[in-house]
């Protein structure tokens, strides 16, 4: 399929055609200084870039150049627009309604128009790019791709600010922007690390003219630095990032500043243009540098600073980082900037290999860099983003969704599947089981599982947390080779931890805990988890239900609060029988006894 992709800008729109079937692309381009006089075409067609003045009052005529230069007889990568399958659009802010890509209808323009006042530089923009597009490509589907879906995942404790509830509540909250690129961007650096995304964790530093830092835990954003709007965060082009508010009534009193001017200070004549005096470009600012200009140094050093703030506080926010990726044109491009933002983080595990770094040129050909030295603990990589490519494969999954729904009807397998609420419990090591109980004990079996491999045990613990304790926790026998404790939601709370939900076994940056024994103590350094609901079959099983190990799949409960769990891991193995495993929070919310049944829900095809 091929899409087009579309970022209208107030003055400007850039465009990229893809052919997904192999990710190419085959034109790009970008019309600026919209109703100005004095626009310009740039294209590039086939490796080749040209450039033309142009008449361009609005986004409208702008869109038709874009469309003849789409089929342009001579260089087209097209023979017409109907090659076109769809048309994705670049939008800032999905507010609190749109956590994902949607086809756009009316209400979604609606609802882009009803999200100016958070955006009032972008949106008109994008409404009227949306608009225009529609009326000429009326025959396919448009898609909007929002800046902010991909931190949608960002939990209410980082997203909320300090305010009365009731703010939070109309939504003034932490979105972030930059979504596309960072979500790129991590995506590649497990893909070049030959790791799945959700084992590692990145901090993602996208560094040009608008800037901004993102933890990626697992492969969903927790935390990043642009907030409510792009104006928080890291020092920018022109925007300031980080104030303290109590500056703004301070400069409307004290200089009788409408809210109005201080709007405009903050977002065009702050950052760096307004700490170095010379220029919102990086280039020109370190030129100037280099020649004595010791505004111009200042703002270079604030710049690093910040992030380097960010850094280390994102380091901390994600248990330890294993990748920390640059991008941007900053990021990409300025050697002695990414020195700089490291520079003092060796200690955490952050190292550049300077004769690497100097000579590190992303490209297309060659889209990631290694700089980091050998001795880090942590990847440091070069990335060259490409956020228009991702904004199409949103497209394309937004797309791949509504005909699922369309052309698909819900079916429940009608073969029960045996659910079982495990309560809380823990996994010991040989090693703790001593410590706990005495040198030499071994777990007595009290009760044989369905699991025929594991048994309850006689022997039970006390977890003893920052806030609280819960006592007489069982230990399931046989001893694991790393001991792991598996709690609810509610447990959590009561001992004062955040443990993350993750599979049996995987542990690593998890919280730790203190377990209490008869004999000692034994205070573990990570361990403790919520248990990400999953089945065990056999792979006779899987076969019979048409799944693999690892698949994620949905169970319909019934009753009289019947509902479906989602994101239900299958686990695979020879010795497992037929079996899903929920904990006490999740069977409190269906109602359900110790043991019942549960069904698989599948998607069928009408055709």
């Known amino acids: 399929m091929k899409v087009l992709v579309i970022n209208s800008g107030s003055s400007s729109l850039k465009y990229e055609l893809f052919d997904l079937d192999g990710e190419a692309s085959l034109v790009s381009g970008n019309i600026s200084r919209i109703g100005m006089n004095g626009a310009e075409h740039a294209c590039v067609r086939g490796g080749e870039e040209t450039r033309a003045d142009v008449d361009a009052p609005d986004h409208r005529v702008a869109l038709g150049l874009v469309l003849a230069a789409l089929t342009d007889a001579e260089k087209s990568p097209i023979r017409s627009l109907d090659e076109v399958g769809a048309v994705a659009h670049r939008i800032?802010?999905?507010?609190?309604?749109?956590?994902?890509?949607?086809?756009?209808?009316?209400?979604?323009?609606?609802?882009?128009?009803?999200?100016?006042?958070?955006?009032?530089l972008h949106h008109p923009a994008m409404v009227a790019g949306i608009e225009a597009c529609r009326n000429v490509l009326s025959d396919v589907p448009h898609v909007a791709v929002f800046d902010t879906a991909f931190h949608s995942a960002i939990p209410d404790e980082a997203a909320i600010y300090g305010l009365p509830y009731e703010i939070f509540e109309r939504g003034v909250r932490r979105f972030g922007f930059h979504g596309n690129s960072h979500e790129y961007v991590a995506h590649k650096a497990a893909e070049y690390l030959e790791t799945p995304l959700r084992r590692i964790n990145v901090i993602s530093c996208h560094l040009g003219n608008g800037?901004?830092?993102?933890?990626?835990q697992r492969g969903h954003s927790i935390d990043t630095s642009m907030g409510f709007s792009p104006l928080e965060g890291l020092i920018m082009g022109t925007r300031a990032g980080d104030v303290d508010p109590g500056i703004i009534p301070y400069l409307m009193r004290e200089d009788n500043l409408t809210i109005d001017q201080?709007?405009?200070?903050?977002?065009?004549?702050?950052?760096?243009?307004g700490i170095s005096g010379v220029s919102s470009d990086m280039r020109e600012i370190l030129a100037a540098a280099d020649e004595g200009n010791t505004r111009a140094l200042l703002a270079v050093k604030a710049f690093c600073?910040?992030?380097?703030?960010?850094?280390?506080?994102?380091?901390?926010?994600?248990?330890?980082?294993?990748?920390?990726?640059?991008?941007g044109g900053i990021g990409e491009n300025n050697c002695g900037i990414r020195a700089r933002c490291v520079q003092g983080l060796e200690r955490l595990g952050f190292a550049v290999d300077s004769l690497r770094n100097d000579r590190c040129s992303v490209s297309a050909s060659l889209p990631v860099i290694d700089?980091?030295?050998?001795?880090?603990?942590?990847?440091?990589?070069?990335?060259?983003?490409?956020?228009?490519?991702?904004?199409?494969?949103?497209?394309?999954?937004?797309l791949d969704y509504r005909s699922?729904?369309?052309?698909?009807?819900?079916?429940?397998?009608?073969?029960?599947?045996?659910?079982?609420?495990s309560v809380r419990h823990v996994h010991l090591s040989k090693p703790d089981v001593e410590a706990l109980f005495g040198a030499g004990h071994l777990l007595t079996e009290k009760k044989r599982l369905f699991l025929d491999s594991d048994y309850a045990s006689k022997e039970t613990v006390n977890l003893i947390g920052p806030h609280g304790r819960v006592d007489n926790v069982r230990a399931i026998g046989p001893e694991r080779g790393r001991t792991q404790v598996e709690i609810s939601r509610t447990e959590e709370f009561k001992l004062g931890i955040d443990a993350p939900v993750r599979e049996s076994g995987d542990?690593?940056?998890?919280?730790?805990?203190?377990?209490?024994?008869p004999v000692g103590r034994v205070e573990i350094p990570e361990g403790v988890i919520c248990a990400q609901r999953h089945i065990h079959m056999?792979?006779?099983?899987?076969?019979?239900?048409?799944?693999?190990?690892?698949?994620?799949?949905?169970?319909?409960?019934?009753?009289?609060?019947?509902?479906?769990?989602?994101?239900?891991?299958?686990?695979?193995?020879?010795?497992?029988?037929?079996?899903?495993?929920?904990?006490?929070?999740?069977?409190?919310?269906?109602?359900?006894?110790?043991?019942?049944?549960?069904?698989?829900?599948?998607?069928?095809?009408?055709?």
């Open 538 to 607: 056999s792979p006779e099983d899987a076969e019979s239900y048409g799944v693999r190990d690892r698949d994620t799949v949905m169970v319909r409960i019934e009753g009289e609060r019947e509902l479906i769990f989602g994101d239900v891991l299958v686990r695979v193995k020879p010795d497992y029988k037929l079996e899903m495993h929920i904990d006490t929070d999740e069977a409190n919310a269906a109602e359900l006894p110790p043991i019942s049944q549960g069904y698989l829900v599948r998607i069928v095809s009408r055709y």
């Open 507 to 517: 542990l690593d940056g998890t919280p730790g805990i203190i377990l209490e024994g």
């Open 305 to 327: 600073y910040r992030i380097k703030r960010y850094i280390g506080a994102y380091h901390a926010v994600l248990g330890g980082a294993d990748v920390l990726v640059f991008t």
């Open 92 to 120: 800032a802010h999905g507010g609190t309604a749109y956590r994902g890509p949607v086809v756009i209808d009316h209400d979604v323009v609606d609802e882009i128009r009803r999200l100016i006042p958070l955006m009032p």
């Open 262 to 273: 201080i709007d405009e200070m903050l977002n065009n004549r702050s950052g760096l243009a």
């Open 404 to 421: 699922s729904i369309q052309k698909a009807v819900v079916s429940t397998d009608k073969r029960p599947i045996r659910v079982s609420v």
């Open 371 to 398: 700089i980091g030295a050998r001795y880090s603990n942590v990847s440091i990589l070069v990335i060259a983003t490409n956020e228009e490519l991702m904004i199409a494969r949103q497209c394309a999954r937004a």
């Open 211 to 216: 800037a901004s830092a993102c933890a990626v």
